[in-house]
């Protein structure tokens, strides 16, 4: 990944936030998991 997502963030004054993209168990919980730290991040 590198420093372009810091990089695009720091130049849009956005947050970066990491995501689990394979749903290790239940999908459900995993994509509300993922929508948490989206919202969060919004803040």
């Keep these: 990944p ?3 997502p810091e990089t695009v963030a720091s130049e849009i004054g ?3 936030v990491e995501v ?3 749903f290790a ?7 509300r998991t993922n929508l948490e730290k989206i919202e969060e ?3």
């Design 14 to 16: 956005a947050k970066v």
């Design 20 to 22: 689990d993209p394979l």
């Design 41 to 43: 991040a919004l803040k």
């Design 2 to 4: 590198g420093r372009l």
């Design 25 to 31: 168990g239940d999908y459900i919980g995993s994509m």
